[in-house]
C-alpha cells in the first residue's frame, strides 16, 4: 500500500502547518528527513528537516509518531509541524513525492483508512467530514455526536437483534426435526414489529437532521415593493440584495445563509409576484413559487394595501411555517403591532417591530431542529437503507412461508449494515468520502 501524504491544516499563511503522512514508510521517511533517530512514539520532538541530498535546510520542526495500529488511520502515522509559510510546505511536500511509494493523498483518504482498518464505521466517518465543515453551533453538535458513535450505535443495535431473530428462524429451517421450541417465528414476531416501530419512528423526524446539515429554507414572497429585498438585506446586515422603487428589480433568486440561534438557515428573496409581460420576470416568478412550495418557512410580506400573495398560491401541501409581515407602518398611523405568534406589522426602514418578528422567527428555527433528543439520521442514502429495511419488515409480517419470511429479515439486516458499512459498501465509498477536504 502507498503511503499518502497532505496537509492537515489550513491552507494559505500560518503560524503553523501540520502534514500529515500515513502508510508503512511514514515513519522511514521522517527519519529520512531529519537524519537523526526517530523520537518515541506519541513523544514530541524538534528536528531540523533538511532536503533528501542535505542541500539545503527545509524548516525546524516538531514531528509526533503514532504507532499503527493505535492511530487515526489504524496505519503508522506521522506528524511533521511546521512553520506555515507556503514555500516550507511546497518544499517539504517535493521531498516526499519524490521517496517511492508516496503520493498526495486523496480527499477523505486519511478517513477512508482508518473505516478500512475498522477504526470507525462510515456513519462517524461521514460525521467527521461533517465536523469539518460544522458553521454552527447545531450543525457542530450534531456532527459530533455522529462522530463519536450515537448514530452508528443504534443502527448496530438494531442489526444485532434482527441477526438474533434471523438465527431462530433459520434454525428453525434448518433443523426441523429437532426438538426446538413450537412457533419460532410467531414468538419473534413482536420483537421484530416493535423494532420495525421504532426504526419508523426514526424516519419519522421530519427531516431534521438533513435540515441542519443542509440548513432550513426560508422564502420571502410578495408583491413587487413591498420590502422583501429591504427584509433580506436587515437579516444579513449587509446589502445583499438591490433595492429599487422600481418594480421587478428582483428577477432571480438571492440568498443568503445565516445562523439563527446556533442552526443554520438559508433565507430567498425572490421576485415580486405579479402577471408581469417581460419574458425574464415571468421566469422569476415562476421562481419564486416553486421556491415557496419547496420552503420550510414562509413570510408573506404586504404593504400599503396590497394582496396577501400567499393565500392565492396552491400551498396548502406544504408542511411548513408561515409567517405574514405588513410592511411600511411607519406610512399609516397604526405603529408597529404583532399577534406574537404569526402576524406582524413592521417598518424595515425604520426598524420598527422587525426584532420581535427576528424574535419568533429564531423561537420557531430551535424548536424545529432541536438537537438535544435522539439523533437524528442526516444523509439521504440513511433514509432510503432504512426504509428499505422497514419495507422488508412488512414483507416479513405477510410471508406465506418460513423461507421466505428468514429472507425478508436478512434483506432488512443487509440494509442496516450498508449504512454503517458492515456489508455490501464498495460502491458507495467513493460518493462517501468524495466531499472530504484533503488532509481529512
Keep these: 500500500m502507498d503511503t499518502v501524504f497532505a496537509l492537515a491544516s489550513g491552507r494559505g499563511r500560518a503560524g503553523i502547518a501540520v502534514v500529515r503522512l ?8 521522517v527519519e529520512k528527513l531529519t537524519d537523526k533517530p526517530l523520537p518515541d512514539v506519541r513523544y514530541a520532538a ?12 527545509i524548516d525546524e520542526a516538531m514531528v ?3 504507532k499503527g495500529p493505535h492511530s487515526f488511520t489504524g496505519e503508522d502515522v506521522a506528524e511533521i509541524h511546521l512553520h506555515g509559510g507556503p514555500a516550507i510546505v511546497e518544499a517539504l511536500f517535493e521531498q516526499l513525492q519524490s521517496l517511492d511509494g508516496f503520493r498526495p493523498a486523496d480527499p477523505g483518504e486519511f478517513t477512508r483508512r482508518a473505516f478500512e482498518h475498522g477504526r470507525m464505521d462510515l456513519t462517524a466517518a461521514e460525521g467527521i467530514g461533517d465536523l469539518v465543515n460544522a458553521e454552527t453551533r447545531a450543525q457542530h453538535q450534531q456532527a459530533l455526536r ?3 458513535g450515537a448514530l452508528g450505535e443504534m443502527y448496530s443495535r438494531w442489526r444485532e437483534e434482527l441477526i438474533g431473530s434471523l438465527a431462530h428462524l433459520e434454525a428453525d429451517i434448518d433443523f426441523p426435526d429437532e426438538d426446538l421450541p413450537e412457533g419460532v417465528a410467531g414468538a419473534i414476531r413482536p420483537k421484530i414489529e416493535k423494532l420495525r416501530q ?35 438585506n436587515y437579516l444579513a446586515k449587509r446589502d445583499v440584495a438591490i433595492v429599487s422603487d422600481q418594480a421587478g428589480t428582483t428577477r432571480d433568486i438571492v440568498e443568503v445563509h445565516l445562523d439563527l440561534g446556533g442552526y443554520p438557515v438559508t433565507i430567498a428573496d425572490t421576485a415580486g409576484i405579479r402577471d408581469a409581460e417581460d419574458l425574464v420576470e415571468q421566469e422569476g416568478v415562476r421562481r419564486a413559487v416553486k421556491r415557496a412550495e419547496e420552503a420550510d418557512i414562509i413570510i408573506s410580506m404586504t404593504a400599503d394595501g396590497s394582496p396577501n400573495l400567499a393565500e392565492n398560491l396552491d400551498l396548502s401541501a406544504g408542511n411548513y411555517i408561515y409567517y405574514y409581515l405588513k410592511n411600511k407602518v411607519d406610512l399609516t ?5 404583532s399577534d406574537g405568534d404569526r402576524e406582524f406589522e413592521v417598518s ?7 426584532e420581535a418578528f427576528l424574535k419568533k422567527l429564531t423561537e420557531d428555527v430551535v424548536s424545529l431542529l432541536d438537537v438535544s433528543g435522539a439523533p437524528s439520521l442526516t444523509r439521504m442514502r440513511h433514509r432510503q437503507a432504512l426504509e428499505e429495511c422497514v419495507a422488508s419488515l412488512y414483507r416479513f409480517d405477510t410471508a406465506p412461508d418460513p423461507e421466505l419470511a428468514a429472507e425478508d429479515v436478512r434483506l432488512a439486516t443487509r440494509s442496516l449494515g450498508r449504512i454503517t458499512g458492515r456489508v455490501d459498501v464498495e460502491d458507495i465509498l467513493d460518493v462517501v468520502f468524495g466531499d472530504f477536504c484533503i488532509g481529512k
Excluded: C, W, Y
Design 333 to 337: 398611523d397604526t405603529g408597529a403591532r
Design 64 to 66: 509526533l509518531l503514532f
Design 146 to 148: 455522529q462522530m463519536r
Design 198 to 232: 421504532e426504526i419508523e419512528a426514526h424516519l419519522a423526524d421530519g427531516g431534521r437532521g438533513e435540515k441542519i446539515r443542509e440548513g432550513l429554507d426560508v422564502a420571502i414572497i410578495g408583491a413587487p415593493n413591498v420590502g422583501k429585498s429591504s427584509l433580506l
Design 348 to 354: 424595515v426602514k425604520f426598524d420598527l417591530g422587525v
Design 46 to 57: 524538534v528536528r531540523e528537516v533538511k532536503s533528501l541530498d542535505r542541500s539545503f535546510l
Design 22 to 29: 500515513s502508510g508503512p514508510a511514514a515513519f522511514d521517511a
